[in-house]
């Protein structure tokens, strides 16, 4: 790993870049490859290419040797095996929505699965095995035919992939806890370009290491979920006037601390018209409906200006955020676990809410709790579990003349905040931010970690992630 700069319009921004000698490669030899694959190999110059390379976040701008879109697992199997022989590091594309970009790399070889994106269900064992090239939303509308869902994220054009593997957080955790807690089993491509499954019966290391540990283990190419029945959700949002923002603030954290499993939220901070701090609490209640009125109640009792709360299919709900994260935006985030808002961090958000330089970008608190709370922290490898918000800062812009102000801003109220973070960083959401904050990604798991990747990838072929290192 080592300092790095990307272009990003006019202004160059200093990153911690993975890295990666560009050794020399016959062409030939991806010929060779080419001809074996079921999908096609871009390399620099082909048409294709340029759109290939490209991931959801505009900064992100890196040039791989060649880009695999693989058909199948065959195809997986023989991009793996040929970049070990090659000494070319593989980087792994699912949805390509990693903010820090990692699904390329400059001069490594790209696995794009985008292509591997089929689901089957099976609605009489509540199983769905979804490719991992799937979005959100090619799982949770061939699971919502059967009345079923498994828990993902909140925006529908996520790969499932890397979601899955990092965590998983969205609006049926306190029920039904993270996406990685839905894991039956995960069919994966490891570096000795051997096709395993992982699950409670076989490779169970590997089982545990995939479920919170990311992409650090080999290439998924599927995975079984465990499904729920999900009907109709009271999914909306609460605005509160802009004079109670404060006292909102202050209510929230213990709200959020205490509220039933059926109930989970994701609160934002953000600017009226005039310019003043405004807080809204979007909600998902997945509890049977009569009982929403108890558990949202205290939120009423606030008096908020906006109640928009109604019986909405929960696939609708899934793409009701999507508007907001339109591609080919630039995006720089930044992340914290907070569990409390003392007197002192209500004032940070307050000010950097006021100072925010984009309308486009946020300040989210994404809720973990109920049964993704309880799950033991050694159980799988995500290790956050307690109930707390993820402090998200989503610095998002259109124009690239604008991105140091965009940046400063994230990276300057991020620092502000520190005094009042719990431990911790959720490693989906984490930058390019150096070895200390992947650490602290995968918390006290880290050392059994390196060691399933020193069992699985001694010599790091997967690396274009947030890196665990083999343990030696
Ligand atoms: C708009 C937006 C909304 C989001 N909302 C949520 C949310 O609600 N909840 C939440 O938990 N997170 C959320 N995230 C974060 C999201 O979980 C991560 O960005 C995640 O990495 C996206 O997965 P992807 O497959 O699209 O990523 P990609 O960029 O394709 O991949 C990221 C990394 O995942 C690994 N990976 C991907 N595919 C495979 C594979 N087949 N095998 C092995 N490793 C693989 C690789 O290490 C890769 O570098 C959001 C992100 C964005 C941009």
């Known amino acids: 790993m080592s300092f790095g700069t990307m272009a990003s319009g006019s202004r160059k921004v200093t990153f911690v870049a993975i890295q990666t000698p560009s050794p020399s490669l016959d062409p030939a030899r991806l010929d060779d490859l080419s001809a074996t694959l079921r999908g096609p190999l871009f390399r620099p110059g082909d048409h294709p290419y340029d759109d290939a390379r490209k991931v959801f976040n505009a900064m992100i701008d ?42 390329v790399s400059d001069g490594g070889l790209m696995l794009d699965c ?25 799982l949770d509308y061939a699971t919502q035919q059967f009345g079923l869902a498994t828990p993902l994220g909140v925006v529908s054009v996520t790969g499932i992939a890397g979601l899955t593997l990092g965590g998983g957080i969205g609006w049926l955790n306190g029920k039904h806890g993270l996406a990685c807690d839905n894991v039956i089993s995960a069919k994966i491509v490891t570096a000795d370009g051997n096709l395993v499954t992982a699950s409670p019966e076989g490779d169970t290391d590997l089982y545990w290491a995939i479920r919170g540990g990311g992409g650090n283990f080999g290439a998924v190419t599927s995975f079984t979920y465990r499904l729920h029945p999900v009907g109709p959700v009271l ?11 404060r006292e909102v603030l202050q209510f929230y954290p213990g709200f959020a601390a205490g509220c039933p499993d059926g109930l989970s939220m994701s609160a934002s901070l953000g600017r009226d018209e005039s310019g003043r701090p405004v807080f809204g609490v979007g909600v998902c209640w997945s509890g049977e409906h009569h009982e929403a009125d108890m558990a949202l109640r205290p939120l009423r009792d606030l008096g908020p200006t906006v109640d928009s709360i109604a019986s909405t299919a929960y696939s609708a709900l899934q793409c009701a955020h999507d508007a907001g994260f339109p591609s080919g935006r630039y995006h720089y985030w930044k992340s914290r676990f907070v569990t409390d808002l003392t007197d002192g961090a209500i004032d940070t958000l307050l000010q950097f809410a006021t100072e925010m330089p984009s309308p486009d970008s946020a300040i989210g608190m994404q809720q973990i709790h109920g049964m993704a709370a309880r799950v033991d922290p050694s159980a799988t490898a995500f290790p956050h579990r ?26 300057a109220f991020f620092e502000a905040m520190r005094p009042f973070a719990a431990g911790g960083v959720y490693v989906n959401d984490l930058g390019e931010e150096g070895e200390g904050r992947v650490r602290d990604a995968y918390g006290a798991n880290y ?6 990747k ?19």
Do not use: C
């Open 447 to 452: 050392d059994r970690l390196a060691a399933v």
């Open 114 to 138: 985008s292509s591997m994106s089929r689901v089957q269900v099976d609605a009489k064992r509540r199983v769905a095995v979804a490719g991992a090239g799937a979005l959100l939303a090619d």
């Open 62 to 103: 890196r040039r791989p040797a060649a880009i695999v879109r693989a058909a199948g697992a065959e195809d997986v199997q023989r991009t793996v095996t040929f970049a070990r022989a090659n000494n070319l590091p593989v980087s792994i594309k699912g949805g390509g929505h990693n903010v820090a970009g990692s699904a």
């Open 235 to 245: 999914a909306g949002g609460f605005s509160f006037p802009a004079e109670r923002t």
């Open 386 to 411: 307690r109930s707390q918000s993820e402090l998200l800062i989503l610095a998002q812009w259109a124009d690239p003349a604008e991105t140091e102000r965009n940046v400063g801003w994230a990276r």
């Open 454 to 472: 020193a069992a699985y990838d001694p010599t790091n072929l997967f690396r274009s992630n947030q890196n665990i290192r083999p343990s030696v």
